[in-house]
């Protein structure tokens, strides 16, 4: 695996290193060596798998707080989304700022999101289905959200979502939510 550093401190896109023949190819999706010699969390307690039917569906931005937060690794294993994180770490240099990158089934790319950011994906195609490794169990009282369109975040989507559940729509504003970078504090 080859570990692309983003502009954000801790997350890193993932590019898959394949061996191929006439057969196809192999790669590895995840290795606790390569993973441990990046300083990358390595333990892993829940595999999920999301579809999305249409092209313009947002699902987040979400996180979980503490003890509940979370690492997650993202891939794209059919169709291709536009993957989006953002740093929601007190003290971080990069608190509020944000990245996205193009995950799909030929690129074969993976998100890294480390605790204490957010998360988001907007599908670009229609039946896009991603798989996450996630390092912490659901905890339904510890998820949150920040609105996807806060302009204090100010995220460039790459196409405008046109499917949001209802939850999505309504999570507060980054100011209202943590009152500043004092609420954040326990999130890293």
């Known amino acids: 695996m080859k570990f692309h550093k983003t502009s954000l401190d801790g997350a890193y896109l993932i590019e898959l290193e394949r061996r191929g023949d006439d057969r ?4 590895r999706f995840f ?3 390569e993973f441990g010699a990046q300083g990358l969390e390595t333990h892993f307690v829940q595999v999920n798998n999301s579809l999305s039917g249409k092209a313009g569906t947002l699902r987040g931005i979400h996180y979980q707080l503490p003890p509940s937060s979370e690492v997650k690794v993202v891939r794209a294993i059919r169709g291709s989304l536009w ?4 740093d929601l770490r007190a003290g971080s240099p990069t608190f509020g700022k944000w990245f996205g990158a193009e995950l799909n089934d030929d690129n074969r ?7 204490g950011f957010g998360h988001a994906l907007l599908t670009l195609t229609s039946n896009v289905e991603a798989l996450y490794l996630v390092s912490a169990f659901y905890a339904p ?7 996807w369109n806060d302009p204090a975040i100010g995220i460039e989507w790459p196409i405008q979502p046109v499917e949001i559940s209802e939850k999505d729509r309504n999570w507060p504003d980054l100011n209202d939510t943590f009152h500043g970078m004092e609420r954040m504090r326990g999130l890293a």
């Open 141 to 147: 009282e510890s998820e949150r959200g920040v609105r």
């Open 83 to 86: 993957d989006c994180i953002v």
């Open 109 to 115: 790319l993976m998100m890294y999101v480390p605790r």
């Open 31 to 33: 290795c606790e060596q």
């Open 24 to 27: 196809g190819f192999f790669a």
